[in-house]
């Protein structure tokens, strides 16, 4: 065989097995038997490690794994990938619907589809081929799980048909029950633990480092919406159905996965359908999701700082189970709050033993008056959370006390305190209470926070056991003298921990303002005020009134933040922080800015456009120094108004005397 010879063979049979794989794992409709599709597979296999330079890389031999991955990448988001808010009342989705109604000033079409219980993915194609694959992550950034991806044969490598240059598709990798009960069969055969539950096996399974242990995993994956610049349609069920003709495994209407409906009945008639008939499914579901299926209606509607405004997820009743309640025991947090835990007699639920539950308050205690030795309800909060919801009071034994909710912190034994209007105790004792004091630490070096490779709660109990580390700010002390001489410490991992120490320093402001583990002040609350203030100090000096002018900040959140820097001890570890390196004011970029004209005013832009997209609107908005906002308020100065706009949003801008202008108008103000 010569080298034009070869090369045509190893492009036709990589054409041959795409047109296979997606008959067989896409359609459900093979055309050969397992025995020649794996004739062709080792034929090709063997073509490619002879001439490898005819090897492409996205061949279908990449299905079979042989990468070794020693450390995921970490990738921002093209698109932020955030979750979805939940429902569990007919009410909710009711009132979800009258919103969005309002909104259009019109009859709205949604789409319903199957809520998978797995792992969301976000997979980017360019030109035809499958570019990268990214988990959700914290919505902002993933991990880059490309090569272990491309082992499910369910999820294309080559595209065909007519697809869009450049986008993004977004689904839920799961394991098929079928697949997931023989592995578990084959573990214990082999004396290995049994896996706890498809959806934590299928998120093990896509951190593995070895690809080809994950396609010998045989996941599949359902690909649901689709993304990009240059989609072919407005809406997303034709966006969906365009994806199935090139190449992508989607819920279908002719397997009644997959409906559009305008009426409130019908949606709750398929949500009906599918609480009953997802037992016979082979994959997980855990409800329904609602979308809006006019994207102009998405952008309308915006997102919330976690979720879209136009979709939403009804959630199936959680499984629930009776169990005896042992005792109860309380649990401080790294805020002081304490939490009652339910410890009870081990009892399988939704595929997990669970032998602890929370009782959330002492309000909650009393309410369903839950004492040791009940017979208890307990299920799934959300299906991940257990918690107590209900005691069976025929089973009560006749000695049966009244639970007395503690006094003191059973850490510390300071008196605790509640907060008026607040549902939680909590123990003052800030600077003193150690599971306080590791708590804030092991919040400090989390992923989302200072992000410290080769630190771990285990090792911040051991520092803090050893008297090494007493708050956070001591983390920067730390030396390859004193690690070395502790248990399970060698050079290499004592190595791994200074580095990781040392490019902590590196983080921005906002998670470094994160980091410092603030009540109330979360991720999105951080990046709000490190974009306002720019400074920690500013943040320091400002005032309460200062605080709660903030956009999206509250008097509760305001309140917490001033309190936290009444605290001298709390300033001196900023300073003590500060004087290690870490970055606290935001860095400034090269400005791209033009002009000043619109700083201090507000936009909200709304509607089709036809000189400007809407993104560059936006754009402009900000290039001449102007802020863009979601929705309006009594702070809005513009309302620029487009095509196909809601009249709720007009109508609150003229109540609230916005100026309304139009595209046109807009134009002319940057003339002018």
Not at 81 to 104: G, H, P, W
């Amino acid at each position: 065989m010569d080298l034009f010879q070869a090369q045509e063979r190893i492009e036709e049979l990589s054409e041959q097995l795409r047109q296979h794989n997606d008959a067989y794992y896409v359609n459900d409709s093979p055309q050969i038997s397992d025995y020649e599709f794996d004739m062709l597979l080792e034929e090709l296999q063997r073509l490619e490690a002879e001439y490898p330079d005819f090897a492409q890389p996205n061949s279908p031999t990449k299905r079979v794994g042989g990468s070794i991955t020693k450390k995921f990448e970490t990738v921002v988001h093209q698109y932020p990938m955030l979750s979805l808010s939940n429902s569990y009342s007919r009410e909710e989705l009711i009132e979800f619907d009258q919103r969005v109604q309002k909104l259009a000033g019109k009859k709205v079409e949604y789409t319903c589809e199957l809520k998978y219980d797995g792992v969301a993915i976000g997979v980017s194609y360019k030109n035809g081929q499958l570019h990268r694959a990214v988990t959700r992550g914290d919505g902002t950034k993933g991990d880059d799980i490309t090569e272990n991806v491309k082992t499910i044969r369910s999820i294309p490598l080559v595209l065909k048909g007519d697809y869009p240059e450049e986008f993004e598709i977004r689904g839920e990798i799961f394991y098929p029950l079928s697949v997931f009960k023989a592995l578990n069969e084959s573990r214990e055969e082999a004396g290995e633990d049994r896996l706890a539950n498809p959806r934590n096996a299928a998120s093990g399974t896509l951190k593995m480092q070895d690809s080809r242990v994950v396609a010998s995993r045989k996941l599949d994956c359902y690909l649901y919406y689709v993304l990009g610049e240059n989609l072919p349609f407005k809406s997303h069920a034709e966006n969906l159905s365009a994806a199935e003709s090139w190449g992508f495994k989607v819920p279908k209407k002719s397997e009644k996965l997959f409906a559009t409906y305008q009426s409130i009945e019908d949606i709750f008639e398929f949500i009906d359908f599918w609480s009953t008939e997802r037992n016979h499914l082979n994959f997980e579901i855990d409800g329904i999701v609602i979308k809006v299926n006019d994207y102009y209606l998405q952008e309308e509607l915006g997102y919330t700082a976690k979720s879209p405004r136009w979709a939403i997820a009804y959630k199936f009743k959680a499984e629930q189970v009776e169990t005896r309640l042992n005792e109860i025991t309380y649990q401080v947090g790294r805020t002081g709050a304490i939490t009652p835990v339910a410890n009870l007699e081990p009892v399988l639920l939704a595929g997990t033993t669970v032998k602890r539950a929370s009782l959330h308050n002492a309000d909650q205690i009393e309410k369903l008056d839950i004492r040791e030795g009940d017979l208890v309800q307990v299920e799934k909060g959300g299906e991940i959370i257990p918690k107590v919801v209900g005691v069976n009071l025929t089973h009560r034994p006749t000695n049966s006390e009244p639970t007395r909710y503690i006094l003191n912190c059973p850490e510390c034994d300071t008196a605790l305190i509640r907060i008026e209007g607040e549902a939680k105790h909590y123990c003052p004792n800030e600077s003193g209470c150690p599971t306080q004091i590791k708590g804030k630490m092991s919040h400090f070096i989390s992923r989302k926070a200072m992000d410290i490779d080769g630190l771990g709660e285990e090792t911040i109990e051991q520092l803090y056991a050893e008297g090494l580390i007493h708050n956070y700010a001591d983390l920067y002390t730390l030396n390859e003298e004193d690690l070395l001489k502790l248990d399970r410490m060698a050079e290499k991992s004592v190595s791994n921990l200074l580095q990781g120490v040392e490019n902590s320093k590196k983080i921005p402001f906002e998670r470094v303002l994160f980091a410092l583990g603030i009540r109330y002040v979360g991720e999105t609350v951080s990046k709000k005020l490190a974009k306002h203030f720019k400074t920690v100090d500013a943040i320091i000096n400002a005032s309460l009134e200062e605080m709660i002018a903030v956009d999206e900040i509250g008097e509760k959140i305001a309140e917490s933040l001033f309190s936290f820097f009444q605290v001298p001890e709390n300033l001196d570890l900023i300073n003590k922080l500060k004087s290690y390196g870490l970055q606290f004011e935001i860095v400034e970029t090269a400005s791209t800015q033009i002009s000043n004209i619109f700083e201090g005013k507000t936009f909200v832009v709304s509607g089709v456009f036809e000189t400007y997209s809407r993104n560059e609107l936006k754009k402009t908005i900000e290039d001449y120094g102007g802020k863009n906002v979601g929705s309006i308020s009594k702070k809005t100065d513009y309302l620029i108004a487009g095509d196909k706009m809601g009249p709720a949003k007009k109508e609150k801008a003229e109540s609230l005397d916005v100026t309304i202008l139009s595209e046109q108008e807009f134009i002319e103000m940057l003339d002018k």
